[in-house]
T-cell receptor, first 114, second 116 residues
Framework: GQQLNQSPQSMFIQEGEDVSMNCTSS?????WLWYKQDPGEGPVLLIA?????ELTSNGRLTAQFGITRKDSFLNISASIPSDVGIYFC??????????????FGKGTKLSVIP | DAGVIQSPRHEVTEMGQEVTLRCKPI?????LFWYRQTMMRGLELLIY????????DSGMPEDRFSAKMPNASFSTLKIQPSEPRDSAVYFC??????????????FGPGTRLTVL
């Protein structure tokens, strides 16, 4: 299946610092998504991107859809303790016979040191 | 408004036993998805339904896995017989109809399955 390479795998940052993570693929995607998963819960959609070059913000979060359509990044500004969790990128692909699927990266585990 | 409801939250069973996971999607949602999450493979789509009809089950690992959606408010994922390698967190998600709405999948809290 399609592979999404997400980096870094984990990061420890000081509260107040900015965070950047990215996702790359050898395949072209028409939609890029960023989800966050808190411990013991399911992922929650943060940002959806639909056009190459698109830059979208959601509060302190900003994500961009790469021009090549093969990558995306997520930035978090002025991190706070509740930003802790695992962040997943996901790309939407056509898997044939009228079916679309979301392919998820392995996630970036974020730890924030107060 | 209630989110996606899954039961049980935790299941511990012995190899060879039948396991049934249950999901109630958000009312009014047309799509229902079953995912499996492991450390090694991450989050994988197993199967999804549109208006109770299975659309794509290419992610179902093998014949031991089956899923049903008898009505718009209930779905089951069954593993028979279960094996230790089936140990994972299983998520159910649902979304509304519509090209962009499809992407906003609302996940349940998951069922953590341990097969001994």
């Amino acid at each position: 299946g399609q592979q999404l390479n997400q980096s870094p795998q984990s990061m420890f940052i000081q509260e107040g610092e900015d965070v950047s993570m990215n996702c790359t693929s050898s395949s072209i995607f028409n939609t890029w998504l960023w989800y966050k998963q808190d411990p013991g819960e399911g992922p929650v959609l943060l940002i959806a991107l639909y056009k190459a070059g698109e830059l979208t913000s959601n509060g302190r979060l900003t994500a961009q859809f790469g021009i090549t359509r093969k990558d995306s990044f997520l930035n978090i500004s002025a991190s706070i303790p509740s930003d802790v969790g695992i962040y997943f990128c996901a790309g939407r692909i056509y898997s044939g016979a009228g079916s679309y699927q979301l392919t998820f990266g392995k996630g970036t585990k974020l730890s924030v040191i107060p | 408004d209630a989110g996606v409801i899954q039961s049980p939250r935790h299941e511990v069973t012995e190899m060879g036993q039948e396991v049934t996971l249950r999901c109630k999607p958000i009312s009014g949602h047309d799509y229902l998805f079953w995912y499996r999450q492991t450390m090694m493979r991450g989050l994988e789509l197993l199967i999804y339904f549109n208006n109770n009809v299975p659309i794509d089950d290419s992610g179902m690992p093998e014949d031991r896995f089956s899923a049903k959606m008898p009505n718009a408010s209930f779905s089951t994922l069954k593993i028979q017989p279960s094996e230790p390698r089936d140990s994972a967190v299983y998520f159910c998600a649902s979304s509304r109809r519509g090209d962009r709405a499809y992407n906003e999948q609302f996940f349940g809290p998951g069922t953590r399955l341990t097969v001994l």
